[in-house]
């Protein structure tokens, strides 16, 4: 389920090196240095934008705000950072970032030709491309004819993406802080259902509990009609629906946890995907498929069918985006990765608006699975599958 923008970044953005210190980051550049050495790839480009920035900040820290940013690295020299807007504007670039070389794009081809001349035998390199699908056609252009003058293009965009799916001890702290606000929220937004309010006053409710816990961004979506898929508000209605079903997407010191919820209903829906979630949690293991999992809940909400509000991969990798390391395309057919933070969903649906969906993020290893959040057991229960079950 995708969330929309919010029109302005909230929250502090500044680099904190309490929440992510500098060997963290340290730690990631040695990770990659490792992959581009294997793949026998001099120099590496890393692209964001303020949309998807993923890649850009798990290794810089920086979030762009006004356009593309790119992160230039090779084998052995400091990391250089182009940003979008004026120089005037590197001071306050440079704090969100633990990098020195903070520098303006002005024009991207110029900068990254200037940059791979410097480089040791820059003649016949091999330059390696983390972001470039989210790239715009004209930077695309750019980057593709300042590389292909020194040498050829190794795409590694996967491969990298493989290595970030795996969270750090510190990644796994700041996802389960990430959790402990989203109970907050999710929390708040049940307790005003249960004292009349409608769906637009719940979510103001939840945002409100959010950001007093420390969130930095919120994103909530709900039912406009009984049982209905998750959407955006449109104006000043505040409807009362039942069953209503939200997502409630909050973001702590840059990484982002959901969850869905269904209220106000004493239906079968209900039941039934609790008992799928569950089953679904019992089974969740380091090298499961999506797939499978997914047989295991259709089985546990017979005679109910599947909510068609949510994606048939019910699974998906979150942590500094919504949709942390998709390659896009199904992933029905993949399995969890040991080291990788998801959210699991389950839904059911009956007849008319009896609808429910509800989830659970987790957080896989080699021999345990920990629910990090769920909408099955009470908000603070902590529970651990063991590879046994």
């Known amino acids: 389920m995708r969330m929309m923008n919010a029109a302005l970044l909230t929250g502090p953005y500044d680099w904190d090196a309490e929440l992510l210190p500098l060997p963290e980051f340290q730690q990631r550049l040695a990770q990659v240095r490792k992959v581009l050495a294997e793949q026998q790839v001099a120099a590496l480009l890393v692209h964001g934008n303020s949309l998807e920035y993923g890649a850009l900040a798990w290794l810089t820290g920086f979030v762009p705000k006004l356009g593309p940013a790119f992160a230039l690295i090779n084998i052995e020299d400091p990391i250089r950072l182009l940003i979008s807007g004026s120089p005037s504007m590197l001071p306050a670039a440079k704090r969100l970032t633990w990098i020195d070389d903070v520098n303006a794009v002005g024009d991207l081809k110029s900068s990254l030709t200037d940059w791979l001349s410097q480089l040791r035998d820059a003649a016949g390199l091999s330059v390696g491309l983390w972001g470039d699908p989210l790239m715009t056609f004209r930077a695309n252009l750019a980057v593709r004819t300042a590389i292909q003058r020194f040498g050829r293009i190794v795409e590694l965009h996967d491969r990298l993406q493989a290595v970030r799916l795996a969270k750090s001890p510190r990644e796994r702290e700041l996802l389960r802080r990430a959790c402990a606000i989203l109970t907050i929220s999710h ?68 990484y982002w946890t959901e969850g869905f919820l269904t ?127």
């Not at 406009?224 to 508000?233: I, L, Q, R, S, T």
């Open 263 to 389: 209220c106000g209903t004493n239906r079968g829906s209900l039941v039934r995907a609790q008992a799928a979630l569950s089953a679904m949690l019992s089974h969740a293991r380091a090298d499961q498929t999506f797939s499978a999992l997914r047989a295991i809940g259709e089985r546990e909400i017979s005679p109910y069918r599947a909510n068609r509000f949510i994606r048939v991969d019910e699974l998906d990798s979150i942590g500094l985006g919504l949709d942390d390391v998709s390659g896009g395309g199904s992933r029905a057919g993949r399995d969890l990765k040991a080291g990788g933070v998801y959210t699991l969903c389950a839904g059911a649906a009956g007849e008319g608006s009896d609808s429910a969906i509800v989830s659970a993020v987790i957080a896989v290893d080699a021999r345990n699975t920990e629910i990090l959040w769920p909408s099955v057991a009470g908000p603070s229960d902590a529970v651990s599958v063991r590879e046994s079950q």
């Open 187 to 254: 929390d708040a937004f049940l307790d005003a259902v249960r004292h009349g309010c409608g769906a637009r006053s719940a979510a103001l409710a939840a945002e409100r509990s959010a950001f007093q816990a420390g969130a930095q961004d919120v994103r909530i979506l709900a039912s406009a009609k009984d049982g209905g898929a998750p959407v955006a508000f449109d104006g000043a209605v505040d409807p009362i629906r039942n069953p209503l079903i939200a997502c409630i997407a909050v973001r702590f010191a840059g």
